[in-house]
């Protein structure tokens, strides 16, 4: 999916590589570019973001197992003392 926009990109600027002349020196490749960076840093942060929450998620998991196992290990050890 992200080299079909990529490439969609890049035939979107395929009529303006020869103008440079008329944007100050800017060509059809360097905006390509641009919008390649751009594309690849918005996946980047939503990567990230994912694997923060899948880890945030997994830690809560962790600790309601944990607390889960205290809490009956506590009530079996309180059933057998008294």
Known sequence: MIMMMIMMMI???????NDDDDNGGVCGRSVVVV????????VVVVVVVIVIVVVVVVVVVIVVVVVAVVVVVVAVVVVLVV
């Open 11 to 17: 035939n979107d600027n395929d009529d303006h590589d």
């Open 35 to 42: 919008e390649v960076v751009v594309v690849v840093v918005v």
